[in-house]
């Protein structure tokens, strides 16, 4: 059975930094696709950041040069180093996996963790 559990998350003010962190489990974790997506209050869920097997990654344009994916495929663990964070950035970040198709899609991730809250404050 496949497990994300994410972590990290906080309150900061504006200009911040946070790092989150995915572990994941019940899988082979290096031959997944693992994102990050994020949703608002009232907002439609939207995609941050990706990072395919062989370590090629693709950003939503609003957070390129702030954010940051990475992964652990020996402790299966993948981050999101979030600096310079703005108010707007506040959101229920998810963790996500998926087994084929294109990776840096938005579509297609088959498995989701349960959420971590940022929030970021003026």
């Known amino acids: 059975q496949v497990l994300l559990v994410e972590s990290g998350g906080g309150s900061v003010q504006s200009g911040g930094s946070l790092r989150l962190s995915c572990a994941a489990s019940?899988?082979?974790?290096?031959?997944?696709?693992m994102a990050w997506f994020r949703q608002a209050p009232g907002k439609e869920r939207e995609a941050v950041a990706r990072?395919?097997?062989?370590?090629?990654?693709s950003y939503a344009d609003s957070m390129k040069g702030r954010f940051a994916i990475s992964r652990d495929n020996y402790l299966r663990i993948l981050y999101l180093q979030m600096n310079s964070l703005k108010p707007e950035d506040t959101a229920m970040y998810y963790c996500?996996?998926?087994?084929?198709?294109?990776?840096?899609?938005?579509?297609?991730?088959?498995?989701w963790g349960q959420g971590t809250q940022v929030t970021v404050s003026s």
């Open positions: 996500a996996a998926k087994t084929s198709g294109f990776c840096h899609s938005k579509a297609g991730f088959d498995y």
């Open positions: 019940g899988y082979t974790y290096s031959s997944y696709c």
């Open positions: 990072v395919d097997r062989d370590g090629s990654t």
